[in-house]
């Protein structure tokens, strides 16, 4: 939860609604379970796909 807190704050400067939250701990879940049922090691972490997310998230969308 603290990680998920941290990474909206660094990357949006707000911490998330408690939708966002539970929607990202599920994700992480998901990714987590999905990582340890695959062998490749080259599978981006959880928290790094959630950064991604972030990343993609529309207040960072450009209108042209």
Do not use: K, Y
């Not at 994700?27 to 959630?50: C, D, G, K, V």
Request: hydrophobic letters at 35%.
């Amino acid at each position: 939860e603290a990680s998920v807190e941290v990474a909206f704050e660094i990357t949006l400067g707000r911490t998330p609604t408690p939708e966002e939250m539970n929607a990202c701990l599920d994700s992480i879940t998901t990714w987590q379970q999905e990582n340890e049922s695959n062998s490749n090691p080259n599978t981006q972490s959880p928290r790094a796909s959630l950064i991604h997310v972030l990343l993609n998230h529309n207040d960072f969308a450009t209108i042209r």
